[in-house]
């Protein structure tokens, strides 16, 4: 999902953060409201270079005679040719991860570097569609249980008192700040059925499953709309049979997906190729989650097998690099400076570190926090290797300036005084399907996950209290975050509609497009270490796709294509869309440059 640029988000919200672009809903230059949703796509001028759209669907695709309706933001950034143009390729849909990520967001800051990768000048090229997936950013209905960032701020300052930043208790694992914890859990969960009275429902309507059949229909439509003044057949219109490939007049092809979906993104396309076998043209999931894990169980138990692994070759690297480069190598070796790292750590949780802000807040630094900031480094080791050594060096000798800098990478604790602003002057949270998305509100991510899982509303404080110590032997560095994820789930009230638990596989693939067979085989990415989707969950995944393959790029970081670059695991991705094919078992790529070699960049996207 998205690292979000506030705790409310991200820390005293433990919500899950699993891609690495940063979204604030700063792109508010394009009036939405303007669009008028329709069941076909009608694309208006936005953002400069993009056509935007809204689609309608049902709500309920599980009820045919149901009336209500979800609308569905689309963002598309045309291809270099005209679509009559020979070296048109067609679309490539995309997804940045979540639960909870605007695909809008993301898609306005990177589809022009996506696109200058997968394409080959006079050859293929492609248009990048994005969407925000139901209940999320400018989709309707909203998943929002608040609808005021007062009461809000109040619920999520109260839990970071009650439980600190991960809800499990200041300082370590606590079943008395579990206890309150899981009540304060119980209160959001009512919050969140109160509101669904008085405004309708939508979260039992968010689930993965309804996104994957929505993506169905943004392909069909996308068709339709190509081929509207071209002479061609178009789509049926709905009814109530769901065979989805019986819709068409088969002597044309009927409309199949070209997917790339990062981190949560694989779930989606993971239960895309497992439900519509025979719609997948191409599919690349990149930082993959094991979605049986996701479905069923505790849930989210497999994620961080190699984050702490990870963290073990950033000291490495930087003792191989040395004090010139890595100032945490001046005494010892990496073993010694670990442990003094994480002597330092548990000093924070005994006495954390306060001061005072230029507003005049009271802000803490614990050991948490220290322990999120690190976290937040795995996931982009090319960006923030080398500036993550230098302010822990520094804060490790108590430098102020340090620490607080570290408070601030983890993001802005929330606002009373802005939000008591906002509510002295009448101003709502942005209204739904408007211009803006609101960055604090966290519902859209566990309407999904807690919707999707097995139900845990049942387990007490010893359950949890279990299920946090495991994930915290797991990895010492992310584990205790990590376990907040469903720790949010202890009293959802919503079950998702339909609810899709696998099996997660597909037929073997066939290139003459057969009905009901994938086209291609799946394309798995990931790199060696990843700490939060490991290389074992997409071996895993690829074993229940036929044909499929897993390429490991040799680096470190979250999801491949975001964490470094490599021209060799660019040309694999253009390749693969082009033809279809897969390279042989084992392929491997490397990066072009690591963490600390000089002038090695951030990735493209």
């Not at 999902?1 to 891609?19: E, F, G, H």
């Not at 579990?178 to 059925?193: D, H, P, S």
């Not at 009230?493 to 638990?501: E, G, H, I, K």
């Not at 033809?579 to 440059?593: Q, R, S, Y």
Request: aromatic share 10%; proline share 7%; charged share 20%.
């Amino acid at each position: 999902m998205l690292q979000r640029n506030t705790l409310l988000a991200v820390a005293w919200y433990p919500a899950i953060v699993l891609t690495t672009i940063s979204t604030s809903g700063s792109n508010s230059d394009f009036d939405w409201s303007g669009i008028k949703p329709s069941p076909q796509l009608t694309y208006y001028n936005c953002y400069d270079k993009f056509k935007c759209a809204r689609l309608v669907v049902p709500l309920d695709w599980q009820n045919a005679s149901d009336p209500r309706r979800a609308t569905i933001p689309i963002l598309t950034l045309p291809a270099a040719v005209p679509i009559n143009d020979t070296s048109f390729a067609g679309g490539v849909l995309a997804n940045p991860g979540g639960p909870g990520g605007s695909g809008i967001e993301v898609g306005i800051e990177v589809s022009a570097l996506l696109q200058s990768i997968i394409d080959k000048p006079d050859c293929r090229h492609y248009e990048i569609t994005w969407f925000d997936p139901r209940g999320i950013g400018r989709s309707t209905p909203t998943s929002d249980c608040f609808h005021n960032d007062l009461t809000r701020s109040e619920w999520a300052i109260e839990g970071l008192g009650a439980g600190g930043m991960n809800g499990l208790g200041p300082g370590g694992l606590n079943k008395g700040n579990l206890a309150y914890r899981l009540a304060l859990n119980k209160g959001f969960a009512q919050q969140c059925v109160n509101s669904e009275k008085k405004r309708g429902a939508a979260m039992a309507y968010v689930g993965t499953a309804s996104v994957a059949r929505d993506m169905v229909e943004i392909i069909d439509r996308i068709e339709e709309q190509r081929r509207d003044g071209h002479g061609s057949t178009t789509v049926k219109p709905l009814g109530t049979n769901y065979d989805l490939d019986t819709r068409y007049d088969l002597r044309v092809a009927i409309p199949r997906l070209r997917y790339i979906g990062f981190s949560y993104g694989t779930v989606i396309g993971n239960y895309f190729a497992s439900m519509f076998p025979g719609r997948v043209e191409r599919m690349v999931l990149d930082g993959v989650l094991d979605a049986e894990d996701y479905t069923t169980g505790p849930g989210w138990t497999t994620n961080l097998v190699d984050a702490d692994e990870e963290f073990e070759e950033f000291w490495k690297g930087c003792f191989a690099v040395g004090p010139e480069v890595c100032e945490l190598a001046q005494e010892g070796n990496a073993q010694s400076a670990q442990r003094r790292f994480w002597a330092w750590v548990s000093t924070m949780d005994e006495i954390p570190y306060s001061f005072i802000d230029e507003h005049g807040n009271i802000n803490i630094l614990a050991g948490d926090g220290i322990r999120r900031f690190v976290t937040q480094a795995l996931y982009t080791p090319v960006q923030s290797f080398k500036t993550m050594q230098s302010v822990l060096h520094k804060a490790m000798g108590g430098d102020e300036a340090a620490l607080q800098t570290i408070f601030g990478g983890i993001g802005s604790k929330p606002s009373i005084q802005e939000a008591c602003k906002l509510a002295s002057n009448g101003t709502e949270p942005p209204p739904p399907g408007g211009n803006d998305i609101d960055p604090a509100n966290i519902e859209v991510e566990y309407a999904i996950l807690c919707g999707d899982g097995d139900d845990v509303t049942e387990k007490n404080a010893s359950w949890w209290m279990d299920y946090a110590q495991k994930l915290e032997k797991q990895s010492r560095v992310v584990g205790r975050y990590w376990s907040s994820t469903r720790l949010m789930c202890s009293s959802w009230p919503f079950r998702a509609n339909w609810r899709f638990t696998g099996p997660f596989t597909s037929p073997k693939p066939d290139a003459s497009r057969k009905p009901g067979v994938p086209s291609a085989p799946i394309l798995f990415l990931s790199n060696r270490l990843d700490p939060v989707t490991p290389l074992a969950s997409a071996r895993k995944m690829s074993a229940g796709h036929p044909g499929s393959r897993v390429v490991m790029q040799d680096a470190l970081g979250h999801c491949a294509l975001l964490s470094a670059q490599s021209n060799c695991t660019y040309a694999v991705l253009a390749d693969y869309l082009d033809t279809g094919k897969v390279p042989e078992e084992g392929f491997t790529c490397n990066a072009n440059c690591g963490p600390w070699d000089a002038n090695c960049t951030s990735p493209a996207i």
